[in-house]
């Protein structure tokens, strides 16, 4: 691990500096400003873990070789993948996650880098906003690396970095990117919501899981709903795919925590934007169609669901008020319990 100087790399150099001469600026982590994209991932390579291949979250060394791997990824590890040498122990590496945060406040824009092995064009500026996509974009990449790694951990405090800075930011752009972020940080969420309800175990936090994958798909769905509201007609069809799929799995979260009139809302919403969806594309496909049928399936489900509950309910309240004299009763209180008897019976099959 390369030392650093304080903590972040050396901010670019005046402007009577620069014209001095065309030297490369140097970080501390050997990333010069006119760095191709292999030369770059050489100098990111000693901040990445191991075995996920992500940025480092988290940092632990091994004793007795000096290697960093991610906290999550240091239980999965006996043998260094990098030396082969016995691990004995592993200790927290403030300073690597320090390093870490250094190097994605200071280079994490340069994302383009990953894209093509060709030196980067000399910009004079960029805006406020376009550094801030690339950087939050670059972070959106590197929580999908530790995701495809293993390592969820990581993935959702790159994720949830990213969207904390996206979150005031009221410019299309910033708000398209961070519904996607949003979205992301459901899915993962929505995982680790199957392993919370299957083991009934909360995961790393106090909050239960279902809920939080909730509140973010809430909010994607939010932004999508106002982008489809506002946003261009070029991108309607486009919009109107990723908002159905958020509401289908704001959906799926709702019925697991088993707040049935938010699922039906959430399904419904994803039924009509499917439909609509599928009237705007004459060329629809079958698979389209099979996943419209796929929500109206779910829909139906939980509006069966819902109503045995109400049901039962019903049949709760009318036992409450023990054997009735319907010779007591005025002629529409007799008809309101016959009718009732006979749905519950209907709903419950019984």
């Known amino acids: ?40 991932e050489k100098a990111i390579a ?18 007795p070789c000096g290697h960093c791997y991610c906290k999550t990824c240091s239980f999965k590890v ?27 406040r200071a280079h994490s824009h340069n994302i383009d880098l990953l894209q093509s092995d060709q030196t980067p064009s000399t910009q004079t500026s960029e805006s406020e906003t376009d550094v801030l996509l690339k950087r939050t974009t670059f972070l959106l990449y ?6 495809k790694g293993g390592n969820s951990a990581s993935a959702l405090s790159r994720l949830q970095q990213a969207e904390s800075e996206l979150m005031h930011k009221k410019e299309q752009s910033c708000v398209n990117q961070r519904s996607i972020i949003l979205g992301k940080l459901s899915d993962i969420l929505y995982v680790f919501s199957l392993w919370y309800i299957c083991t009934d175990l909360c995961v790393r936090c106090s909050e239960n899981e279902p809920g939080k994958a909730a509140k973010y798909i809430e909010q994607a769905c939010l932004l999508l709903e106002n982008d489809l509201s506002t946003g261009e007609q070029l991108y309607e069809k486009e919009l109107l795919g990723v908002l159905s799929t958020s509401h289908g799995k704001a959906g799926d979260i709702y019925a697991l925590l088993e707040n049935d009139d938010l699922a039906i ?16 594309d004459a060329n629809a496909d079958t698979s389209m169609s099979l996943q419209k049928a796929l929500l109206l399936t779910k829909l139906a489900e939980i509006l069966n669901l819902a109503a045995r509950k109400r049901a039962y309910d019903a049949q709760r309240v009318v036992e409450s008020l023990g054997q009735l004299d319907h010779s007591t009763l005025s002629e529409r209180d007799q008809n309101v319990v016959e009718y009732v008897n006979n749905s519950i019976a209907f709903i419950l099959g019984e």
């Open 142 to 147: 590197q929580a999908l690396k530790a995701q």
């Open 265 to 280: 809302s959430h399904y419904s919403r994803a039924v009509a934007l499917k439909e609509q969806l599928i009237g705007l």
């Open 78 to 104: 006996k043998d260094c993948l990098l030396c082969a040498a016995d691990i004995e122990e592993f200790a927290n590496a403030a300073d690597v996650d320090s390093d870490v945060e250094s190097f994605i």
């Open 1 to 40: 691990m390369a030392e650093t100087k304080g903590n972040s790399c050396p901010v670019q150099p005046s402007s009577n500096e620069a014209n001095k001469a065309n030297e490369v600026i140097e970080c501390p982590f050997g990333f010069g400003t006119r760095a191709t994209s292999t030369e770059w």
């Open 46 to 63: 000693p901040l990445c873990c191991p075995l996920c291949h992500a940025l480092l979250y988290e940092t632990q060394r091994a004793t």
